[in-house]
Nanobody, 125 residues
Framework: QVALVESGGGTVQPGYSLLLSCAATGDTGAISTMAWFRQAPTKEREFVAAKRSSDGYSDYAASVKDRFTISVESGWNKKTLYLQMNAPKSEDTAVYFC????????????????WGQGTQVTVSS
C-alpha cells in the first residue's frame, strides 16, 4: 500500500512560478513510476508528467513541456515527487493529482494504482 499526499497548490499569476509536492509513504520500494495528472472542470483527467525510477526518464505532455519540470527525491521508506510549474497559463488551472505505479505505465492513467486527493491550482491575474 502506498499513500500519496499533495501540497503546494494555490493561486498564481500567469508567468510566475509554483512548486507542487507529493509525499509518498508506505511500500515506496514497489513504486517504479510517479506522475502528475490534472483535471479541469468539465474535462477528463489528463496526463501532465511522469518520472521513471529505473533510469530517471521523464515524460511530459506537449502542453507543459519546456515549462514544467518533474523530479523525485528518495529517502528511507519515503519518496517526494515535485512539479515545478514555470510560466503557468490560465489553461493550466485544474486540480493536480499525484499518482504512482509499480510498472511503467507511461501516460495511461488506468495503469496507476495509487492516487492522492489532489491540490487545486488556479492561474489568474
Amino acid at each position: 500500500q502506498v499513500a500519496l499526499v499533495e501540497s503546494g497548490g494555490g493561486t498564481v499569476q500567469p508567468g510566475y512560478s509554483l512548486l507542487l509536492s507529493c509525499a509518498a509513504t508506505g511500500d515506496t520500494g514497489a513504486i517504479s513510476t510517479m506522475a502528475w495528472f490534472r483535471q479541469a472542470p468539465t474535462k477528463e483527467r489528463e496526463f501532465v508528467a511522469a518520472k521513471r525510477s529505473s533510469d530517471g526518464y521523464s515524460d511530459y505532455a506537449a502542453s507543459v513541456k519546456d515549462r514544467f519540470t518533474i523530479s523525485v527525491e528518495s529517502g528511507w521508506n519515503k519518496k517526494t515527487l515535485y512539479l515545478q510549474m514555470n510560466a503557468p497559463k490560465s489553461e493550466d488551472t485544474a486540480v493536480y493529482f499525484c499518482a504512482a505505479a509499480p510498472g511503467i505505465p507511461g501516460q495511461s492513467r488506468g495503469a496507476y494504482t495509487s492516487w492522492g486527493q489532489g491540490t487545486q491550482v488556479t492561474v489568474s491575474s
